[in-house]
Structures are given as structure tokens and as C-alpha cells.
């Protein structure tokens, strides 16, 4: 028989995590390096600007600077300095006379630093130097190179550099032997000095900043003399169209060749451009065909060149064949407004830029026609670089206003329309002026220092060092229609 074995009952283990398994893992990680916010880009290279004005002014007061072998008052130095930097052009004392040949060549390598643009010649010398960028480095600055270069990624900004200086050295070498067909043997100068003569012209020219140191009458800042001389007039117009279209826009025309293949900023510009031009030109010959204090003497073909160099100059450069100060009213406020607006990004010139207000004009062209987006050549423009556009316009705006406020106390003798037109002029960083700004007083003088570093430096740029990163935003608030008009 077999026994009947049955299976005996098993314990039934339960397991249960212990009072520590069930506890949260805290892991500690460390915190991310962060450049310390006084070192970050944009910081770097607002230091970077104000030390190069610094060393600038410091060299302009030694006695070996001056022709007079005196030591140079430090308003007169920094204000030289910050000029020539700013590549605006105004000027306290007469360039030709005043400066010895030391003093020349420091203006002459400020002007030189400043026109090939700020930031694009420190990140070339840091390529150099065998600088590498790090990856906050490079999100602080994306958005400053974005709206000032017009390039996405670093790696772009340095190709950039390395062809703009190529580039520049080139159109400087071609410009300086054109000028110097033209002015060689002028007052009995000799070779050296003709060449010398014709170097700064060209570098100025190009750079938009409106020094030369042909002797000349006045405040050795204009082309008067030069106003029959219609090939050094185009040279030169040549010469400051260069300078203030932009390196991107030269390049994407050179590549493209074709307008309807133009990039939308190519076309904006260009197009803004020539009718910024055709405006300025038109308005001039209107309104001083017959003022003998201006065009009213020169022959017809000296009044059309001349029309066309001052439309050019006057909006970005600064040289002048004529005396602004003599100018009739509807033309001192056309190239006021010509001047806020200034050049294109990325180029030698000044002002909100002529694609900022090209942004504004397809806006409300596009309000105009009922449309929800603005528009322009068969692109939609985003609602973000609308918005950028209009803070740069309104804080520009705004900073005139701050200024002329404090200026009608510093000045009270000056004459509004004047002070209004050389205000505009500095912060435009042109340099075309009514003649009033030697006589300004010591706080007149220091507001210009400050209205020129600020309109070098531009909005942009200022936001972007207060405000590196722009944190985007993952929520919108409910609509609600307001009565506009």
C-alpha cells in the first residue's frame, strides 16, 4: 500500500522594502558653470570699447600729439577719441592744423578699429590668439550676432572676420590710389604725404567717419574744396556706399547676382537704401538750388554731383561740400531723419539701421492693406523682429528727446533747429554738423561723448549686455480688443 503523502503547507513570504527603499533618492549635482555676468560677452566688449577710447584719449593729450607740443585738455582728447572710435567725424578743433603727425596716426587706427566694426575685430583677434569659445559664450551672444552681423553661429562670425579684413585691406589699397590721382601735388605736398593724405581719406571714406587732414578752411571736417572735383566725389561716394551697405548684403549680392534671388535683408536694404538716397538728393536740390549759401553758385553739373555725395555722405559719413549751417529748414529736418536712420547692420555706419525702419514701413504698409502680419517681397516677417525693430526706433526716439531736454539748458544760445540736427548727427554716429559744437560748453561736450558711444554701441547691443538671455515665454495671456485711431 502507498501511503497517502500529502503536499504540507508552505509559508508564504511576504517581502516588503524597507523604510530606506522607499525613501526619494536626493542626488546632489553640481551647479553649471556660468561666466560671471560682469564677463560675459557683451560686457567683454563694451570694456573692450571703452579701454581702446581710453588709451586713444590718453595718447591724444601727450604734447607729442599736438602741434603745438602743448599737453591737449582731456575734453578735447576723449572727445577726438570717441569720435574717431564711434568713426562719427565731429570734431572741437581743426583736424589738419591741430594734430601733429602722431596725433593724426592715433585718429588714423581709432578710425581704422572703429570702422571695420567693434565686435567683429575682437572675436577675429581671439580666433588669433587661439581663443575658443564656450557654449554660454556663445548662447549669450546669439542674438547679438543675429541682429548685428547677421550670422546664426559663431563659427560663422569668425568666417566673417577673416573675410572682412581681406576684403577691407583691399578696398582701402584700391581707394587710396584713386584719391591719390586726384589729389597728388595738392598745396605742393610731395609723394609721402600725398599718399598719407590719401590713405586717411580712403580708410575714412570706407569707414564712414568723415575725418580727413587736407588742410581746409572751416573745421577741416568737409570736402568744400573739393566741390568741382566731381571723380574725388564719386570716389569717395563709392567708397561710403561700401561701408555702409554691410558685408552680408555685399556678399549675398556678389553670390546671387540677381535680385528676385537676394535674401530678404539684401532686398530691404537695397531697396530702403536707394530711396533713402533718391530722398535725400531730391530734397536737396529742391530746396537749395538757388541758395547762394549753399548750391546756389556751383554749375548744374557741380550742384548733381554734389547733390548725390551729400545724400550718401549726409545720411552716414559726414563730409560735407556744403555748410549745413546755411541750409533752409526742410532740409536740415529731411537729413536729420536721414541720419536717425542711418546704414545697414552689420556695416560701418550708425543710426536704428536701415532695416529696422524698413521692418516699420512694411508694418504698416501691410496695416494698410488689412493684413494680420507684416509683409514684404512675398515673406512674412516675424512678430518678434517687429517688436525689436520698434524698441530700437522708440528708445532711439527717446534718447534724442533726453539729450535736445538737457542740451536746450547746456545751450540756450544755440539756435534749436542746429542743435536738434548735430544731436541726431552724433547719435547716427554721421558726423555732419551745423558748426556749433566748438562752441558748446564742458556738460554740451560730455553729453555728445556719451550720445556717440551709445549710438556706436547701438540699443541692441545695450539691451543685450543688461539682459543677456531672453527667457522665452510658455504661456499667452486672453485677448482683449482697445480702440486704436
Request: hydrophobic share 50%; with cysteine; glycine share 12%.
Amino acid at each position: 500500500m502507498g501511503r497517502d503523502r500529502r503536499q504540507r503547507p508552505r509559508d508564504l513570504v511576504i517581502r516588503q522594502p524597507r523604510l530606506r527603499d522607499m525613501l526619494p533618492t536626493v542626488v546632489v549635482a553640481e551647479p553649471l558653470r556660468q561666466p560671471r555676468r560682469l564677463f560675459s560677452s557683451p560686457y567683454i566688449l563694451l570694456f573692450g570699447f571703452v579701454l581702446i577710447i581710453g588709451v586713444g584719449g590718453l595718447l591724444l593729450a601727450l604734447p607729442l600729439a599736438g602741434a603745438g607740443g602743448g599737453y591737449t585738455s582731456p575734453v578735447t582728447s576723449f572727445f577726438t577719441a570717441i569720435s574717431a572710435v564711434t568713426v562719427t567725424g565731429h570734431t572741437v578743433v581743426n583736424t589738419p592744423t591741430y594734430w601733429s603727425g602722431f596725433g593724426q596716426a592715433v585718429i588714423f587706427v581709432l578710425m581704422m578699429v572703429g570702422g571695420l566694426g567693434f565686435m567683429v575685430v575682437s572675436t577675429f583677434l581671439l580666433l588669433v590668439i587661439g581663443h575658443r569659445s564656450t557654449l554660454q559664450e556663445r548662447l549669450l551672444t546669439s542674438g547679438l550676432m543675429r541682429d548685428t552681423v547677421g550670422v546664426q553661429q559663431m563659427e560663422g562670425l569668425r568666417r566673417v572676420g577673416r573675410n572682412v579684413v581681406l576684403l577691407v585691406l583691399v578696398l582701402y589699397g584700391i581707394g587710396t590710389i584713386a584719391i591719390f590721382w586726384q589729389i597728388h601735388g595738392l598745396d605742393g605736398a610731395g609723394v609721402g604725404k600725398s599718399l598719407w593724405h590719401s590713405l586717411f581719406l580712403s580708410v575714412a571714406s570706407f569707414n564712414n567717419s568723415g575725418f580727413t587732414i587736407i588742410p581746409e578752411g572751416g573745421a577741416g571736417s568737409s570736402l568744400a574744396r573739393f566741390a568741382s572735383n566731381h571723380s574725388l566725389l564719386l570716389i569717395s561716394t563709392v567708397l561710403m556706399v561700401l561701408g555702409g551697405l554691410g558685408w552680408t548684403v555685399l556678399v549675398d549680392m556678389y553670390r546671387r547676382r540677381r535680385f528676385y534671388r537676394f535674401s530678404l535683408d539684401t532686398k530691404l536694404v537695397v531697396v530702403m537704401s536707394l530711396s533713402l538716397w533718391a530722398l535725400g538728393v531730391g530734397v536737396l536740390l529742391l530746396a537749395e538750388f538757388n541758395n547762394a549759401g549753399t548750391l546756389g553758385s556751383l554749375s548744374w553739373a557741380d550742384k548733381s554731383v554734389g547733390a548725390v555725395f551729400q545724400s550718401v555722405s549726409g545720411r552716414t559719413a559726414g563730409f560735407s561740400t556744403i555748410d549745413f549751417g546755411q541750409v533752409k529748414e526742410v532740409t536740415a529736418m529731411t537729413y536729420s531723419a536721414l541720419m536717425f536712420v542711418g546704414g545697414a547692420a552689420g556695416s560701418v555706419a550708425g543710426g536704428i539701421k536701415v532695416v529696422t525702419f524698413a521692418v516699420i514701413v512694411a508694418a504698416v504698409m501691410s496695416s494698410l492693406r488689412g493684413r494680420s502680419q507684416a509683409e514684404a517681397f512675398g515673406r512674412e516677417i516675424p512678430v518678434s523682429q517687429l517688436y525689436r525693430a520698434l524698441t530700437v526706433a522708440l528708445l532711439g526716439l527717446a534718447v534724442i528727446v533726453i539729450l535736445l531736454t538737457i542740451l536746450t539748458i547746456t545751450e540756450s544760445e544755440v539756435p534749436f533747429l542746429n542743435l536738434m540736427f548735430d544731436t541726431v548727427s552724433a547719435l547716427g554716429t554721421t558726423g555732419a554738423t551745423t558748426g556749433i559744437v566748438p562752441s558748446f560748453s564742458i556738460p554740451g561736450k560730455c553729453l555728445f561723448m556719451v550720445a556717440m558711444i551709445v549710438g556706436r554701441l547701438g540699443p541692441v547691443v545695450l539691451a543685450l549686455a543688461l539682459a543677456p538671455r531672453e527667457d522665452p515665454t510658455v504661456y499667452r495671456f486672453a485677448q482683449e480688443r482697445v480702440k486704436i485711431g
